[in-house]
């Protein structure tokens, strides 16, 4: 038995490219010689038919020209002689004479046949006769019949029978050595055909596919050696020339590949230098949001901020604390007669003595001007006048300032958390009270106390008066512009409220918002603001002015559950294009109820109005958060803007700011520009839209016409004129 390893051998030989060759060339030739051998084997056969044949006709002949004399002679036994003589011959069957009537006279089958088998011993004679009748009829058998005549008179007839066996056992013999010697010739052409296929295809093809499985290896050195001229030496050339071809385009991949890998390096560094940079800046945002520039203690922000905390922390230990307000006696003076330089250092000093006096967990922090706060935790009533006195004495010494020694006092108020007051807001208030207490009585310090708050009936008083001013038309709009820088015209005005008092005359908004914000006034006041700037749109529109009108909302306005319904009829009922009209939110009143403000600014967002960032940069100025809200620019600060020319940190502030919100794909608009330099400066650092007294002051509404007049109907504000048009309109 042929075992698998073998079979599988064959069978992978015989899908081979040569075991192909192969079959098909002994195919061919196989059938070739087959057909050779069945012709030759039938030529033999016909030969050795025709030999019989003839052999059978000259027995007969012979047997005729014997037989006449013993016939005539009626001398059986010598005739019976002859037959069985003639009748031993080789491939002689049979021999009978007959008479011519075809009575058998003699006959006899030849015992070395097979054919003697069919004749039984006892009925000899009768036996014979039809086993020859038989015999005669078989396909084996060749048989000859011959007349035997004496004098032209026929006496008689021979039959013979001729075996064709041998004759055809012959021919088989002839046919099986004949295929022999093909097998022989077979083998050896195939054998040969085989090794000069071997060599000419085969070897080539092998050292190809070496060279295909080394480059598939990724081995693209070595090349491929046929040494001839035909098809297969070609194709080797072929293929060592495009290996090469492959090798240089590989390395020129690798190449491009390195090059890729620096520029992503590069790429990626500059990536992560720019969001260090843009972290450091937000922080530096963060900490300017969060302190006084001039002094670096804390602002207004962060100590409420802290204020939180310690009520929080006061309430959970059931503990108390002190909330100190500071304002410097006769500071004004000092600013107005030796100028903001002195000012800012008195602050700077004055700050320093504080910080000196208190323990480092105290917060010390200015509130604007020369308004400082301190908290100081864990001090009830009698401790707090200690540290008021502490703090007293810091004044003692004078300040020396530009070589002049100054003195200054300071005006104390104390609230202490929780008898008077629980929120921030509430304590802020009571201290300042105490403060304006201690102040008008020219005390040192002094404790809160109920009796002290005339301020609130003030306001009480001021609260019910600005209730009445906006029933009663005392309020006024006044309208300041807003340029585009780049396109070098107006665009837009900002509407700002001012209160016509019938005894103390026009009171700007920072002096009554606050308090319409405490007393819930502001959302009337809103609403005032809304309609009277939305009908004066309408009206410029139908003479052909086209601007945007900005409007100021305050934290209570987003809380507030009936503004939107209320500005929807509103933009319905003056037929406002809802792009004309900008609504101003800052960043502190987004931040009081974050959830229900943003909800606001998107159902605003939804009327199709712009929304825009007030005073960006003051409060938490957090670009990240930025990014979540749904608003068309941000307002950089007056602030910072200001003062650009002499306060590099503000101008370094401003053009981050310029650039942080362009990469968020936000306009800018700068407020508060005040000179040409600024301006210019501003249209450099690509800045969108600018607002200030520089171009026009808050106008009333007749005066903003004649502006707008001398605009020219294209409203072109061309920024080198900036300066005579501001003169003429300021
Ligand atoms: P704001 O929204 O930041 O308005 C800009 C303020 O800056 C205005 O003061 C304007 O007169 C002033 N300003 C404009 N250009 C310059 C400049 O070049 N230099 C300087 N130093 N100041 C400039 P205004 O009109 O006194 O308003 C003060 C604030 O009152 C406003 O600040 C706004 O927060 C609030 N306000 C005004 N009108 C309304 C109002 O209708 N509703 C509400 N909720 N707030 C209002
Ligand atoms: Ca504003
Ligand atoms: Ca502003």
């Known amino acids: 038995m042929i075992g698998p390893p073998v079979l599988s051998i064959i069978s992978r030989w015989m899908r081979s490219l040569g075991g192909k060759f192969i079959l098909l060339a002994l195919g061919v030739m196989s059938i070739t010689m087959g057909i050779i051998g069945v012709l030759n084997y039938q030529a033999q056969s016909n030969y050795g038919l025709q030999l019989l044949k003839t052999k ?15 016939i005539l002679a009626y001398d059986y036994v010598t005739l019976s002689d002859y037959v069985r003589d003639v009748s031993q011959e080789k491939d002689v069957v049979y021999i009978v004479i007959t008479s011519p009537e075809g009575t058998h006279l003699a006959s006899f089958i030849n015992k070395k046949s097979n054919f003697s088998r069919k004749v039984s011993g006892k009925f000899r004679a009768n036996a014979l006769s039809g086993a020859i009748a038989d015999i005669e009829k078989s396909p084996r058998v060749l048989n000859t019949k011959m007349d035997i005549v004496f004098n032209k008179k026929v006496i008689g007839r021979v039959l013979v029978g001729m075996d064709r066996k041998q004759a055809e056992v012959a021919a088989k013999l002839a046919l099986i050595r004949q295929l022999i010697n093909n097998f022989i010739l077979l083998s050896i052409l195939a054998a040969s055909i085989y090794f ?13 596919m070496q060279g295909a499985r080394r480059i598939a290896h990724g081995n693209l050195d070595e090349n491929v050696v046929i040494e001839s001229n035909d098809e297969m030496g070609k194709l080797a050339h072929i293929f060592n020339l495009m290996m090469h071809s492959l090798k240089l385009s590989i390395n020129d991949k690798d190449v491009a590949l390195v090059e890729i890998k620096e520029l992503n390096h590069t790429l990626e560094n500059r990536v992560i230098e720019r969001t260090r ?9 963060r900490h300017l949001a969060l302190h006084d520039p001039l002094t670096g203690l804390p602002n207004r922000v962060l100590i409420q901020d802290r204020l939180e905390h310690s009520v929080l922390d006061a309430k959970r230990r059931n503990d108390t604390f002190a909330v100190f307000m500071i304002d410097l006696d006769r500071f004004k003076e000092v600013n107005d007669t030796l100028g903001h330089n002195v000012g800012d250092q008195l602050l700077l000093q004055v700050s ?10 105290d917060t010390v922090g200015r509130l604007g001007g020369d308004e400082f706060a301190i908290i100081v935790n864990d001090v009830n009533v009698d401790a707090s006048v200690i540290v008021a006195s502490k703090i007293s004495q810091a004044f003692d010494l004078p300040f020396t300032l530009e070589h002049l020694n100054l003195n200054t006092s300071a005006s104390i108020g104390i609230a202490i958390f929780p008898e008077h007051g629980e929120s921030p807001q509430d304590l802020l208030k009571s201290a300042d009270v105490a403060m304006y207490y201690a102040k008008q009585h020219k005390e040192e310090f002094c404790i ?3 009796s002290k708050d005339i301020h609130s009936e003030q306001r009480l008083s001021l609260s019910s008066e600005l209730r009445e001013a906006i029933n009663t038309e005392q309020l006024k709009l006044y309208y300041q512009p807003k340029i585009d820088l780049q396109r070098q015209r107006m665009i837009g005005v900002e509407a700002l409220v001012r209160w016509q008092h019938p005894e103390k005359g026009i009171i700007n908004p920072d002096d009554f918002i606050p308090l319409a914000e405490q007393t819930g006034l502001i959302k009337p006041l809103t609403y005032w603001v809304l309609e009277r700037a939305l009908a004066d749109l309408q009206r410029w529109r139908s003479n052909g002015i086209e601007l945007s009108v900005a409007v100021n909302l305050s934290t209570q306005n987003l809380q507030d559950s009936q503004l939107l319904n209320h500005l929807e009829s509103l933009i319905k009922q003056y037929k406002t294009p809802s792009n004309q009209l900008v609504l101003e939110v800052t960043e502190t009143a987004l931040m009081q109820n974050m959830d229900t403000s943003i909800e606001t600014l998107r159902k605003l967002k939804d009327l199709g109005v712009f929304l825009s960032i007030d005073d960006f940069g003051v409060g938490y100025s957090s670009f990240s958060y930025l990014q979540r809200l749904p608003i068309d620019d941000i307002k950089i600060d007056k602030s910072f ?3 650009m020319e002499n306060d590099i940190d503000g ?31 501003l249209l450099r650092w690509g800045c969108d839209m600018a607002q200030g007294y520089h171009i026009c002051r808050p106008l009333p509404e007749h005066e903003l016409m004649q502006f707008i007049h001398q605009l020219g109907t294209q409203l072109n504000f061309p920024i080198m004129m900036a300066s005579t048009v501001a003169g003429q309109a300021g």
């Open 56 to 70: 059978g006709e000259s027995l007969g002949h012979f047997m005729a020209a014997v037989s006449a004399a013993p």
């Open 196 to 208: 000069v296929f071997q060599f000419s295809t085969l070897r080539p093809l092998q050292k190809l």
């Open 277 to 285: 940079t843009l972290e450091t800046l937000n922080q530096e945002l």
């Open 352 to 361: 320093q003595r504080l910080l000196d006096v208190l323990r480092d967990i």
């Open 448 to 450: 809160y106390h109920q």
């Open 641 to 643: 803007v200001i003062d």
């Open 651 to 681: 101008a370094v502030i401003v053009e981050s700011i310029i650039s942080l919100a362009h990469h968020l794909g936000l306009q800018v608009v700068a407020e508060g520009v005040e000179n040409s330099t600024a301006m210019q400066q």
